[in-house]
């Protein structure tokens, strides 16, 4: 035993709608589509926004929500490879504007889709061996800047946002059982660096990745369902990366998951990678559908190729010489 749990939650979305119907005016596609094999309907682009804009203020929703005071911050970690800048980081920006102590530790994570549960598990160690409890763990993007408007295979997907958690660590609550993993093959989903001689826009084989989820749902699923001891009934929701809406129906179906326990909001803003987990919980947190006592099994994928499941428990800050 010794773990985290979630004790807070923010979200930010930019204020720039970008519908199917303003993508036919862009692309050979319809909205049609774009519904019936993704599920998105609209998305969101930061115009005038920055990625640091989102990070910020999803954090403090986060901070209010947990009533966590930045000085109590031990660590900070942006799950995201759309940063601002690939230096500074996304998290010494949320550093300085949140004015979180000096010797907070702050750096950004880079795993893609599943970054947030990598996000997650990385904090649990950490605030194991800091002397703080409390810290941050931010899933954002600003995938609009990377994508390729003239590529209709894939612009119709990818959406801006992010997703912010409070989390405390307490040596007597369980651990969220994450189970993390990675197969390196730029192949299937890659955005190239400087240095590659490429444009730096996604490309992708969305078949191969379609075939990847469609593999590895699942197995992260009963991984976690087994480290933890749970059946699939145990968890009172799930949420899973918003890639594609018949990617996570076809989860639910196998595990005979009634739609209520299986949250979606890809309709409203398409895929956020490493965004999409942490902004779907916020707002399931918001909507009072999950809170305090709370367990969600969470499991992502993507590029990488990368996968991450966890079981997150939402709880109540609590003091910490407090039994
Ligand atoms: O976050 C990382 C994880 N990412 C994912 O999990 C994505 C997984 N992949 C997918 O979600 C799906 O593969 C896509 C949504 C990307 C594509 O759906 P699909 O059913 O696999 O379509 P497809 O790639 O097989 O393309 C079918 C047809 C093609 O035309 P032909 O060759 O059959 O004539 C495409 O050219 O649809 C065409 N197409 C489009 N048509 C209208 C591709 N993109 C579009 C478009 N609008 N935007």
Avoid at 76 to 82: A, E, F, N, Q, Y
Avoid at 101 to 116: K, M, R, V
Avoid at 184 to 198: E, H, M, T, V
Wanted: proline content about 5%; overall charge negative; glycine content about 10%.
């Amino acid at each position: 035993m010794s773990g985290i749990k979630i004790i807070g939650m923010g979200h930010s979305v930019p204020k720039k709608v970008l519908t199917n119907q303003d993508l036919e005016a862009m692309v050979e596609t319809s909205d049609e589509w774009i519904r019936t094999r993704t599920g998105i309907r609209e998305r969101r682009i930061c115009r005038g926004e920055t990625h640091a804009d989102l990070c910020v203020r999803s954090a403090q929703q986060a901070l209010a929500c947990a009533q966590v005071q930045p000085e109590e911050i031990g660590a900070v970690i942006v799950c995201t490879l759309s940063a601002d800048y690939l230096t500074p980081s996304a998290a010494c920006l949320v550093q300085r504007r949140l004015h979180l102590p000096e010797d907070t530790l702050s750096f950004d994570l880079n795993a893609a889709c599943s970054g947030f549960l990598y996000g997650l598990h990385t904090m649990e160690c950490l605030l194991a061996a800091c002397p703080r409890k409390f810290g941050l763990v931010i899933g954002a993007e600003a995938l609009s800047h990377l994508v390729d408007y003239q590529d209709r295979s894939t612009c119709v997907l990818f959406g801006d946002g992010a997703g912010a958690a409070v989390v405390q660590y307490r040596p007597e609550w369980p651990s969220i059982h994450a189970v993390l993993g990675a197969r390196g093959d730029a192949g299937p989903l890659s955005i190239p660096g400087a240095g590659r001689g490429l444009p730096n826009t996604v490309s992708m084989d969305g078949q191969a990745v379609f075939r990847f989820a469609v593999e590895t749902l699942p197995k992260c699923i009963d991984a976690v369902l087994s480290a933890a001891g749970l059946t699939p009934e145990d968890p009172d929701c799930y949420v899973f990366h918003q890639a594609n809406a018949r990617i996570i129906d076809l989860a639910a179906r196998r595990y005979n998951l009634p739609p209520e326990k299986v949250a979606k909001n890809i309709d409203r803003y398409g895929n956020t990678s490493a965004a999409s987990i942490p902004l779907l919980l916020s707002e399931l947190w918001q909507a009072g559908t999950i809170g305090p006592g709370s367990r969600v099994l969470c499991v992502g994928f993507g590029g990488g190729l990368t996968w991450g499941g966890a079981l997150v428990e939402l709880g109540v800050r609590t003091n910490e010489t407090a039994q």
